[in-house]
């Protein structure tokens, strides 16, 4: 297990500590909302960014990107072939 792994579970198992804990033992009330909402926040903050790069984002990137270059205009010289060669009939 890499850091950045270890790093991902110390912060949600954290999150569930927190609002175990806010569940049980935290008087009622706004302590326990606010420790409930931080525990939220933990969870959820802690996702961002968790997927970036896997081989389901690089798979749909990849899609995405066959999409958008066959709908774009055509790059770099134009037309694409010698002026004094003629297509089809036109120059």
């Known amino acids: 297990m890499n850091r950045r792994e270890?790093?991902?579970?110390?912060i949600r198992g954290g999150s569930a500590l927190l609002f175990l804990l806010a569940v049980a033992v935290v008087p009622?009330?706004?302590?326990?909302?606010?420790?409930?909402?931080?525990?939220?926040?933990?969870?959820?903050l802690s996702c961002?960014?968790?997927?970036?790069?896997g081989p389901g984002e690089q798979a749909g990137a990849r899609a995405e990107h066959v999409?958008?270059?066959?709908?774009?205009a055509p790059?770099?010289?134009w037309?694409?072939?010698p002026?004094?060669?003629?297509?089809?009939?036109q120059r």
């Not at 009622?28 to 959820?44: D, F, S, T």
């Not at 999409?67 to 774009?72: I, S």
Request: charged share 20%.
């Open 28 to 44: 009622r009330g706004a302590p326990a909302v606010i420790a409930c909402i931080v525990a939220g926040l933990g969870g959820v």
């Open 6 to 10: 270890k790093a991902y579970f110390a």
């Open 75 to 77: 790059q770099g010289d």
């Open 83 to 89: 002026e004094d060669r003629v297509i089809e009939g």
């Open 79 to 81: 037309p694409p072939f």
């Open 67 to 72: 999409r958008y270059e066959q709908t774009r």
């Open 48 to 53: 961002i960014g968790v997927n970036a790069g």
